[in-house]
């Protein structure tokens, strides 16, 4: 592995100082002059027709500006899926900014703005709308019965999309095995639950040219959706960059309604609006679907599997959204690829109903996958009496395979049983006693779950953005500027890439700082999401940083009268190899920006045409591959067998992620990955009125997330470093894996507590109790 | 209807305008453009918006600021003083428990009234305190590794 | 929050002024003190119509004093004043007040108030289960005078007390309870920031000899309306030596007195198995507290 200086340090940036103090840089805390505050009047139906609309009384309220109703906005179908393109032909348009048809109880049907959010409040009661209630259906099964309300012309049982996928021959794999085992497995809803709402300021020019501010994971998805909803060249929209934002996970990766009903609020007034969601319209905006797979599995009396069989049912709620696209990724790495099996077909469905639409979560269809694949093996293990650590690596793929997605490349880099057997050993897996076993009314189990594979972003996925870029510039002080349009979430981006252009530039990480971006001046990018910002963006910054150091190196050729090949940056200078000299990078911008005459010891000198100007370098590229970073992740648990309730006790974690650029934000993210991976298997779950569709849990009265009370005192994390061949300095990626895994990795060590396997999350304790039979 | 209400915040005197039901939150953010605490669900429910009102942690949220006549609020910008970080920030800072960023505030509100109570308090301890607060980025390992540091190097008199 | 319709805040000095606004503006008035519930109230659709907030905070009504009558609590007296009491912290029959006074979060506590923590009757709440066990009297004011109501009467419905118009709660009296007294709650949440899923809170007081002279097992969180006595429990206890026999007989005759709700936090049927069995801890605990 390359030695570096800066990455690998656990370097901490600007940012958490800003935070610590105020954090003034969050979207929800843009204020222009003049701003006025719009609401959105969502529909109390989940399936209805708008018949009429007065908004006469509102519009005479003291203070409202303008007002909003479908007729006013381009009725133009998309799809608000930020990282591809509008009209990719993978996903559904199917979407209206503002419709007279509602879908899901909590369809916006009008806006205000006013002077004061109290004011649009108020006059949101003014409005008076006419509905005509339609018959609703709120879940799969009955939607995609025949004669059941149908929620789009084009979609016939309900059905948004049927992808298949088959390999081999399926009956012959069930023909060649000794035993075959079947299950189904179900999800619920979870919110990523990002602390800072969904919020946006939008701002027109006299000639319509909008400017907008929004707290969103996706700059450039922003800005061709709304765009694309208004019908709107892209040329007149310029979003800026926020310096970071409060959390998203996945659920800030779509247009929201918001955008472009500010947009066309603030076309109408002349006058900035800002829309900030109140956290029960949050908790109706995104959602991780809902997913029901059903497992067939053959197997061989030693391990193997001989035939792997599955069906996932999606709910994606009124409007496809992200279910077109996270049902396939579910079907890849949630299903098929994590481990080996010639004979495989997987069946996915995506099912319109009367419900909340759903939207992106980290992970996007791996952890409804995992729990299925997950607990289905320890099963099987169970019941055949085999090793569940030896099973897992008797069918997983081994380092230098072809790459299961795409041949073309190789897993260059999978250290997944180096992973394993790490883990197992920290967590003293031999130690463990046979399910149920443990005596007493408190018993204790381990378990544990793998994301054996997972795969960021476009491989084998042509519609999915992908390219990264990045600008970065010298100042006269020997300090570097970087931009880049990928949005920090709080997975620190905007220090891990700085430490990635300061190691290229033998500078110090703090000499590198993260600086303004916004769509007008700087290179495309896709989301921060995929686990994809550190290799993809990192890739970017690193080819960036690689062409400016060509110049500095260009400038001080001529400065020491000496070839390139000759010199190297090191430790803020640039140094002749083979003799003394050197010059510190500050010496070489400043000589490159100075006028025509430059000062020294000898008196003024005159300066070349070749060495002038900003030494600065751009870089805008797909990155070389897609390797695969392995997560698993071991649990102690104990259960009271007298009230259900699971306490976790201990986490140990192994990742391959390739080299760590960052450790202290690496274990961040794990941690954090727990903490949601731990609600989604324990307690969260966005409930409806099962008669209006209405939310139950609008709020965090109601929608219970682990606080640090439930939290296990010890996370321990590994990190397997591998030396990636195609990623900047060695690097993987991390963020998704970590929250797949704990769902399976806790039910099964429910399992092996209390023997009672739950196949439905999350697993309340009600759940753990009538599986004791004490209810 | 609008009245005045006369407190301090951060050590100045302020005598604002409000109505009824409005909240503290509200005032800070809205009227005096002091944005550290953050709403997050306006609802009691997230900690976001922790700020202190006579020494003791609160939801701005849901504190209305016609109860406030006469009170001391501090807020998260009155607790560096002349450029000096307190000791929770710079722990927060050094330990990494800082990601997105959006609940730090109201955490270290929070644990600024308990630290200025417990001396030396343990893991568990400091799980309780800051139940009141959710985060959703860090899985709470760092903030509570701080907090503990903050506390080893906090003086009770100090407060 | 919104509270649209509200008009007019008042932060009355004198509880006439109170009691004149109450009159003012009827059922368009709400008592407010630490403010902490408004919220839940109003985006449950609990508070439509109302005009009027009044802060009974500068009625001095934040007094904690032990008297011949008991621990007296004036209403405005908040969780985390009532914690640092040293009655509160050390009286073993208290104990079910102090494990409940524990609950909420840090900021609750500093400004949840005692009288509006009971004055809400929200079934899913600690303290007035805990309340209740120790035989907590309601005082209340109003047009008619001060009079004083015993908690089991004062939760009428859900989110209902018993107050008629113009009344509103002034404080909370903890009455001296006889033999060796001592008592103890147990809630089961789902994080450390819930409203109760069920909740128990169990006093047994015992005579020299450890017969048990009075016993209260009182069950909230969704189990009734009200947070409600399970008097067949009860009635096992009494007149009995406290073996672990007993308390074990005891807590199975809980869920005969429970009418459990099903709900989008628990079905009734495991509300009733908890109840069960959080008695039974609860006992344990209780117990445990004399030794």
Redesign the interface.
């Known amino acids: 592995m390359t030695k570096t200086n800066v990455v690998g340090q ?1 370097v ?1 940036g600007p ?3 800003e ?6 840089g ?1 979207p ?2 843009v ?1 222009l002059p003049g701003m006025l505050h719009a609401k959105l009047l969502r529909s109390p139906y989940a399936h209805a027709r708008v018949l009429n609309i007065d908004t006469s009384e509102a519009e005479k309220l003291s203070g409202v500006k303008a007002v909003l109703v479908p007729g006013d906005v381009p009725q133009i179908k998309f799809c608000p899926v930020y990282f591809v393109p509008t009209m990719a032909p993978s996903m559904i348009q199917d979407m209206l900014v503002m419709s007279e048809t509602v879908r899901y109880a909590g369809q916006p049907v009008a806006a205000v703005a006013a002077t004061s959010p ?1 004011i649009a ?2 006059a949101l ?1 003014l409005i008076d709308v006419d509905y005509e209630e339609l018959e609703a259906v709120f879940d799969t099964d009955s939607a995609m019965q025949n004669g059941a309300p149908r929620l789009h012309e084009e979609a016939e049982n309900n059905i948004a999309k049927n992808p298949v996928f088959e390999f081999g021959d399926l009956e012959a794999g069930f023909a060649d095995a000794d035993h075959i085992f079947e299950g189904t497995y179900k999800t619920q809803r979870a919110h ?6 969904r919020v946006c300021v939008v701002d027109s020019d006299v000639d319509g040219r909008l400017t907008v501010h929004s707290s969103m994971q996706h700059m450039f998805g922003l800005r061709e959706k709304l765009a694309f909803v208004l019908d709107l060249p892209e040329s007149m929209v310029n979003v800026i960059k926020p310096p ?4 998203g ?1 996945g659920g800030k990766l779509d247009l929201g309604y918001i955008e472009p009903v500010a947009a066309l609020l603030s076309l109408k007034t002349e006058k900035p609006v800002r829309i ?1 969601q ?3 319209e949050d908790f109706i905006t995104t959602t991780r679907n809902p997913i029901e797979v059903y497992l067939k599995t053959g197997i061989k009396s030693d391990g193997t599997f001989t035939a792997r069989y599955a069906r996932s049912t999606l709910d994606c709620g009124a409007h496809a959204t992200h279910g077109a696209e996270v049902i396939m990724v579910h079907g890849m790495f949630g299903i098929l690829l994590p481990y080996r099996c010639v004979n495989q077909t997987w069946e996915g469905r995506t099912v319109y109903t009367n419900n909340m639409i759903g939207g992106g979560y980290r992970g996007y269809g791996s952890p409804q996958g995992a729990f299925a694949i997950e607990s289905q093996i320890d099963e099987i293990c169970e019941e055949l009496g085999l090793d569940p650590i030896e099973f897992r690596l008797k069918n997983a793929h081994k380092e230098g395979d072809p790459h299961p997605f795409n041949p073309e490349f190789t897993l260059s880099t999978y250290r997944f049983e180096d992973c394993l057997r790490q883990a197992a050993a920290r967590i003293d897996w031999g130690q463990r006693t046979p399910a149920g076993s443990a005596t007493g009314t408190i018993k204790r189990g381990i378990g544990f779950g793998c994301q054996a594979l997972w795969v960021s972003g476009c491989m084998g996925f042509p519609d999915i953005y992908e390219h990264s870029g990045a600008i970065i510039k010298l100042n006269p002080d020997g300090t570097a500027n970087l931009s880049n349009a990928t949005v920090d ?4 981006q905007n220090v891990t890439l700085c430490q990635i252009a300061a190691e290229e530039l033998g500078l110090q990480a703090d000499q590198v700082r993260m600086t303004y971006a916004d769509t007008e001046t700087v290179p495309f990018d896709a989301p921060s999401h995929a686990s994809r910002v550190t290799y993809s963006a990192g890739t970017a910054v690193k080819a960036a940083a690689a062409n400016v150091k060509k110049r500095l190196l260009e400038v001080a050729g001529v400065m020491l009268e000496t070839t390139v090949d000759d010199l190297k940056v090191q430790d803020g200078h640039v140094c002749h190899q083979g003799s003394d000299r050197k010059l510190s990078i500050a010496e070489v911008v400043k000589r490159a920006e100075s006028p025509f005459v430059q000062m020294t010891a000898e008196g003024p000198q005159p300066t070349t045409i070749g060495e002038k100007g900003t030494i600065i370098g751009v870089a805008s590229m797909a990155p070389p591959s897609n390797p695969s970073p392995s997560s698993v992740e071991f649990v102690e648990i104990e259960v009271d067998t ?4 699971v306490k976790v006790l201990k986490v140990v974690f192994a990742h391959d992620i390739g080299k760590v650029i960052n450790p ?2 690496a ?2 993210q ?7 991976g731990m609600g989604y298997a324990l ?1 969260e779950n966005i ?1 409806f009125d099962d008669e209006t569709g209405a939310c ?7 929608y ?8 296990p ?1 010890v ?1 321990d994390s590994i990190f397997i470093e591998s030396d990636e061949p195609t990623g900047p300095f060695g690097a993987k990626s991390l963020s998704e894996p970590c929250c797949t895994v704990p769902a399976p990795a806790i039910a099964n060590a429910i399992y092996n507590a209390v023997g009672v396997r739950v196949r439905e999350l999350p697993i ?3 759940k753990i ?1 009538a599986g004791l039979g ?2 | 209807m609008k009245k005045s209400v006369s407190f301090e915040v951060n050590g100045q005197h302020q005598e604002l305008a409000v ?1 009824p039901s409005e909240t503290l939150l509200q005032v800070l953010r809205d009227q005096l ?4 605490a ?6 009691g ?2 900690g ?1 918006c922790t700020v202190h009102v006579d020494g003791k942690a609160v939801y701005s949220c849901m504190t209305f600021a016609r109860s406030l006549q006469n009170c001391k609020v501090t ?3 009155g607790l ?1 003083k002349k450029d000096e ?1 307190d000791p929770l ?1 710079t722990a ?3 330990q ?1 428990a ?8 109201g955490m ?1 509100m929070s644990a600024k009234e308990f630290l200025s109570k417990h001396e030396q308090p343990d ?2 301890q ?3 305190a ?15 590794r701080a907090i503990k540091i903050a506390g080893q190097t906090t003086d009770l008199a100090g407060e | 929050m ?1 509270l ?1 319709s509200v008009k007019e805040y008042f932060a009355p000095d004198g509880t006439e002024k109170v009691l004149e606004l109450l009159e003012t503006y009827g059922d368009g008035a709400l008592i407010v003190a630490g403010g902490s519930f408004v919220h ?1 109230l109003d ?1 449950r659709d609990l508070l439509t119509g109302v005009e009027a907030l009044i802060d009974i905070q500068n009625l001095g009504l934040g007094q904690i004093t032990l008297e011949a009558a008991g621990l007296s609590i004036g209403a405005t007296v908040t969780f985390s004043e009532l914690r640092q009491d040293n009655e509160i912290q050390t009286a073993t029959a208290l104990g079910a007040v102090r494990d409940a006074l524990n609950c909420p979060p840090l900021q609750i506590r500093n400004v949840a108030t005692i009288g509006g923590n009971i004055a809400a009757a929200c079934p899913y709440f600690d303290l007035p289960t805990a309340l209740m066990s120790v035989d907590g009297v309601v005082q209340a004011c109003g047009p008619d005078g001060t009079r004083e109501i015993e908690m089991q009467a004062f939760f009428s419905s859900l989110f209902q007390n018993s107050l008629v118009a113009g009344e509103f709660v002034t404080g909370l009296l903890l009455p001296p309870l006889p033999g060796r007294s001592s008592s103890a709650f147990i809630k ?1 949440e ?6 109760a899923i069920v909740n128990v809170a169990v006093r047994v007081s015992l005579d020299e000899s450890g017969i048990c002279q009075q016993a209260r097992v009182v069950v909230g969180g969704g189990v009734a309306e009200t947070p409600i006595r399970a008097t067949a429990a009860e009635t096992v206890l009494q007149g009995e030596r406290m073996t672990d026999e007993l308390l074990q007989s005891a807590s199975a005759e809980v869920p005969s007195d429970l009418q459990p709700m099903s709900d ?4 009734a ?2 509300r009733s ?2 109840a069960k ?2 008695t039974k801890r609860a006992l344990a605990r209780a117990l445990a507290r004399l030794d």
Request: hydrophobic share 35%; proline share 3%; with cysteine.
């Open positions: 656990s901490i940012d958490a100082l935070k610590v103090r105020g954090g003034k969050f929800v805390n204020n109290e409040e108020q009661q990523t639950c990002y602390m800072e709402p970071y934002i409060g959390g996970f900030e109140t956290r029960y979430m709080g997975s620190g007298e009230t259900g309730v202290s934000a274990q961040g794990v941690e954090g990955g727990f903490q949601q307690m409930l139950l849990t609008a709020d965090f009265l109601d219970k997330m682990p606080t640090a009370v439930e939290m005192p996370i309340t304790p009600e109790l004490k209810l | 109505a453009r002091l944005v550290g953050k709403r997050g669900c306006d609802s429910g997230c976001c807020t998260i910008e560096t970080l920030q927060f800072v050094e990494g800082v990601q997105c960023g959006y609940c730090t505030c270290i893991e568990d400091i799980r309780h800051i139940a009141g607060n959710l985060c959703r980025c860090t899985g709470y390992h760092k903030i509570v | 919104s649209a839940g985006a089961l789902t994080n450390a920031n819930d409203l989008h936090r628990a079905s049927a495991y198995a908890v069995t959080l």
